[in-house]
């Protein structure tokens, strides 16, 4: 029999291993891994490539919702796993997505494994994008933005962003420092950030407007936006309004 | 009263209870002129019709004159002037009546025969209103003691449910299931250990229960609570976690509210070290002024952190706690400095709000 391949990730030690002692009683499951932090998390399942992940929801830094976010279409099937969160389990129920309680019980682990196979390979997906898409418009505006770059991941503070540009599929996040791809659109990010201070000022440009210096007219209908760093974004009409609506 | 007049049930008990009256009067009218029953009838019933009437709307009149509201005396005389009023106004319905039945029959019996029954339709006025007086006030005290019960009972549920919250406080779910998880662990991995955490949890939840109804506790039993909150903590959080204690000696018989220190180590644990992957040190200090105690928690900060470290609810409800004990003579100072955050909490050693 094909064994499946899973990762456990949890800050707790002890909370690894009493999920590890519960899967060990099921021999179709085998552990590939186990993660203490969310930036293991995302690095160690994206090079084994697991068939299965164990993730809890509450850990420091990177918690379970970030993890998700990080890998994005990367991401394996995944079992929640929480030990009282009533918003996690709200959402969990509400996208019909499975989860398990700590401690885990054995009875409760077997059902999961069912469900496993029955939806294998990633019936869930949808469910869980659902779920993320609903996660990332709680508590807005978001005070920082998480990137993966290559192997290295990235947590950007909101006040560190100068201006976004839409790139295709993916955001370019531009701070002092340096400038990230993120795959996903301009339309998210305007909903995650603070509106007193991020703003769409073009179809394709978001502006942080602590680092806006000055707003010239360029053409009849357009103005450029001149940067505090020297750079200049161009302002569409309706993004001007939206400025002018604020100052 | 309309309210329970909108139940057919009660209209018929009305009925019921009002047809033998109506016939008593009747045989009573029969037996005192010399008239036939049915004859008695005529002269009877209708105007019957109208005194219940008139009782029934007595309710409202009771209902303005309670016991419980004015004194006895007052009462029966006010509803003495009614009744005689009510009987009155009854009694003059019931001539107009019978001259009508004069006049439509175009006979001059009836009137007479009225004025032979005055006597007894005005006693038996009176006793009906004061008897259906009598009645209401029954009733009302029913209801009275009826609604004195649920309000008691919703009292009831209101402090079993203020108590359940406030322990939802002391004791976070997710602390406890996290706990157990780790339980689950250690009594196959070390028993021995398992059996020391069983110890700590059992006590943090024993104090958490016993201690709740106290009004005073002393200095020593809350660092014994912290500390066996904090033991099952580091068993679950390991290196993650140093427990670096300053106590001055002094100050251990001091008393303080319960649950005074708990939210602050609480915060440090939630707010610090569970944001954060890298090893750090807890600092409680403890110390004893002449006139107060000085208690510091010190933990670090991680600025990469999901939430950005504002005082939680748990610091919030403390100060509140603190202000209903003490008045305004507390202090709760929260200093958020780039990788540590530090909570300092004076509070005077006299002048408790008793």
């Known amino acids: ?144 933005i998480l990137v993966r770059d290559q192997g290295n991941i990235y947590i950007i503070p909101a006040e560190d962003i100068i201006y976004i540009e839409a790139q295709d599929d993916y955001v370019c996040i531009n701070t002092l420092k340096k400038s990230s791809m993120k795959n996903d659109t301009l339309a998210n990010m305007e909903k995650m950030l603070d509106p007193r201070k991020f703003f769409r000022i073009h179809r394709s440009y978001i502006l942080n407007i602590d680092y806006l210096s000055k707003i010239e007219p360029y053409s009849k209908d357009n103005r450029i936006a001149i940067l505090k760093n020297g750079k200049t974004l161009p302002i569409s009409r309706s993004g001007y309004s939206r400025i002018m609506k604020l100052l | 009263m309309l309210h329970y007049l909108r139940s057919p049930k009660n209209i018929l008990l009305i009925t019921v209870i009002w047809s033998p009256v109506v016939i008593c009067m009747t045989v009573l009218v029969s037996s005192l002129t010399g008239l036939s029953f049915s004859a008695a009838a005529i002269l009877t019933a209708p105007p019957m019709l109208v005194e219940l009437f008139f009782c029934l709307s007595s309710w409202y009149l009771c209902k ?99 108590e359940l919250n406030s322990l939802k406080t002391t004791i976070h779910p997710h602390f406890l299931f996290n706990s157990l998880t780790a339980l689950s662990t250690l009594t196959k991995t070390s028993p021995e250990l398992a059996h020391k955490v069983c110890i700590q949890l059992s006590d943090f939840l024993r104090y958490s229960l016993v201690y709740a109804r106290k009004e005073w506790v002393s200095v020593k039993d809350e660092l014994e609570h912290i500390k066996s909150y904090l033991g099952v903590e580091k068993i679950r959080l390991g290196e993650r976690l140093t ?98 955050f530090i909570v300092k909490l004076q509070i005077p050693l006299e002048g408790k709000n008793e």
């Open chain 2, 243 to 340: 427990l670096d204690f300053h106590i001055n000696e002094q100050a251990m018989k001091e008393q303080l509210p319960p649950f005074s220190l708990l939210p602050l180590v609480e915060n440090a644990i939630k707010h610090g070290f569970q944001q954060t992957i890298e090893p750090g040190t807890l600092t409680l200090q403890i110390e004893k002024y002449p006139n107060s105690l000085l208690i510091l928690v010190k933990n670090p900060r991680d600025k990469a952190a999901r939430t950005q470290t504002s005082p939680g609810y748990g610091l919030k409800a403390l100060k509140q706690r603190l202000t209903n004990a003490y008045g305004d003579n507390t202090k709760l100072i929260i200093n958020q400095k780039e990788d540590n």
């Open chain 2, 64 to 162: 303005t004159m309670l016991p419980e509201q004015k004194n006895l005396v007052n009462i029966i005389l006010r509803q003495g002037v009614a009744a005689l009023t009510v009987t009155g106004v009854w009694l003059l319905l019931t001539m107009s009546y019978s001259e009508a039945l004069d006049f439509f029959l175009n006979t001059k019996i009836w009137r007479v025969r009225f004025d032979q029954v005055f006597l007894l339709f005005a006693a038996a006025g009176i006793f009906l209103y004061f008897l259906a007086a009598l009645i209401y006030y029954l009733i009302l005290s029913l209801e009275k003691s009826r609604e004195a019960e649920q309000q008691a009972l919703k009292n009831r549920l209101l402090a079993s449910r203020t």
């Open chain 1, 1 to 144: 029999m094909n064994k499946k391949r899973a990762i456990i990730v949890d800050d707790e030690a002890l909370a690894r291993k009493a999920l590890r002692m519960v899967i060990d009683g099921f021999e179709e499951i085998e552990i590939v891994g186990e993660c203490s932090d969310g930036f293991e998390a995302v690095k160690t399942i994206k090079e084994k490539k697991p068939d299965l992940v164990f993730l809890d929801i509450q850990m420091p830094k990177l918690d379970g919702f970030d993890v998700l976010e990080l890998l994005g279409k990367d991401a394996p099937f995944i079992v929640f796993v929480t030990a009282y969160d009533e918003y996690a389990l709200q959402a969990f129920e509400a996208h019909a997505l499975d989860y398990l309680l700590k401690p885990v019980k054995p009875e409760r682990m077997a059902k999961t494994l069912d469900r496993v196979k029955e939806r294998f390979p990633g019936k869930s997906r949808q469910a869980v994008d659902k779920l993320l898409q609903q996660h990332r418009l709680k508590d807005v505006p978001h005070k920082r």
